[in-house]
């Protein structure tokens, strides 16, 4: 029988993924570094940036795992504040972010402004070199062995449907850490230590980043992104019929048209019974983020229960049953 002859787009997307991964063992032979500051980094990924909007950044030191949430809030990159420094975890987040109603900068995802880098994180431990598909402009290695690398875009992608799609199309090629969909996340920043106490030498220092490529003039239109991980990405702004269900379709207990109504359902998920909505106790995540949240509907796979997923470490442990009662505290008109 003949063999069957492998779709071109994805021969050239291996032949890619087998370059970067020559070019990334070429620069560990040669242990090379580059030094490069945190303003710098900063003033080439957001050149442009309007005084409407915010680039945001978070630092501190210790122990991120441990340390209490209040320093994930960070704040504005512009200027560097006073908390960004050489012996602390250095973040900055892949976008800007508006004014809230209160006139200050939040980094939230009602206040987003654009999506100016691509993160792939974990590269080297989960995510094989040979994943990339395009050449980062910035590489950083932020524990032994563990690498993130940034892609610059050409110009900031403003439509939050398309970035979120840059990011999950990513993710689904295998190129990405599945926690890194959130277009207000963060990355780390060149300069800095990771203070998590496995990476610390013995003497207790911690492990201070190092930055192997530095090319911040390789920039990337979002089209050129999803072009090399294979994806359509003006497929996902067509319109779409928003799919509400009431009580007596779709098995789903009427919860998809009460969470609506509570101005907590975002849209279904194309190809599965699952919808994105914003999770009830979103006010006790990092930065009150409001991504990252699923709710299924009964179907056979889940005997009819339904189910409820929050990636954020807050709702560790939470499940449908949370979702059932605080749906029942919702309809006796009582706080979650």
């Not at 630092?59 to 602390?88: K, M, N, Q, T």
């Not at 799609?165 to 990513?170: E, K, P, R, V, Y």
């Not at 963060?186 to 230590?193: D, K």
């Not at 098995?251 to 190809?271: C, K, P, Q, T, V």
Request: aromatic fraction near 10%; glycine fraction near 12%.
């Amino acid at each position: 029988m003949e063999a069957q002859k492998e779709n071109p787009a994805k021969t050239q997307a291996r032949a890619r993924g087998a370059e970067n991964l020559k070019v990334f063992e070429k620069t560990q032979k040669k242990n090379s570094t580059v030094a490069v500051s945190n303003v710098d980094f900063i003033a080439h990924a957001f050149a442009g940036c309007g005084q409407d909007e915010a680039p945001w950044c978070a630092g501190f030191s210790g122990d991120g795992a441990v340390a209490d949430h209040s320093v994930w809030f960070g704040g504005s990159a512009l200027p560097l504040p006073r908390f960004i420094r050489s012996d602390h975890n250095n973040y900055i987040a892949t976008s800007t972010f508006r004014r809230g109603v209160d006139g200050q900068f939040r980094r939230r995802k009602d206040c987003w402004a654009g999506m100016w880098l691509i993160l792939h994180d974990d590269l080297g431990t989960k995510i094989p070199f040979d994943k990339l598909r395009l050449e980062p402009s910035c590489l950083i290695e932020t524990s032994p062995g563990n690498f993130q690398g940034w892609l610059f875009l050409v110009a900031p992608e403003r439509n939050q449907q398309r970035a979120e799609a840059l990011i999950n199309g990513i993710i689904q090629a295998e190129a990405n850490d599945p926690g890194a969909g959130n277009i207000t996340r963060y990355g780390r920043l060149p300069v800095g230590v990771n203070g998590k106490g496995k990476y610390a030498d013995k003497a207790g220092k911690p492990w201070v980043q190092r930055v192997h490529a530095w090319q911040p003039e390789r920039r990337y239109s979002a089209e050129e992104v999803a072009k090399a991980y294979g994806f359509d990405l003006n497929a996902v702004t067509r319109p779409t019929v928003r799919r509400i269900a009431s009580k007596t379709t779709h098995g789903d207990n009427g919860y998809i048209s009460i969470l609506d109504g509570a101005g907590l359902y975002l849209e279904g998920m194309r190809g599965m019974e699952g919808h994105r909505i914003i999770c009830p106790w979103h006010s006790q995540h990092t930065g009150e983020d409001t991504t990252g949240t699923v709710f299924f509907e009964p179907s056979e796979e889940n005997e009819w229960r339904g189910g409820f997923v929050c990636h954020h470490g807050h709702c560790k442990g939470r499940n449908i049953a949370d979702l059932d009662y605080f749906i029942q505290r919702l309809l006796a008109g009582r706080a979650a």
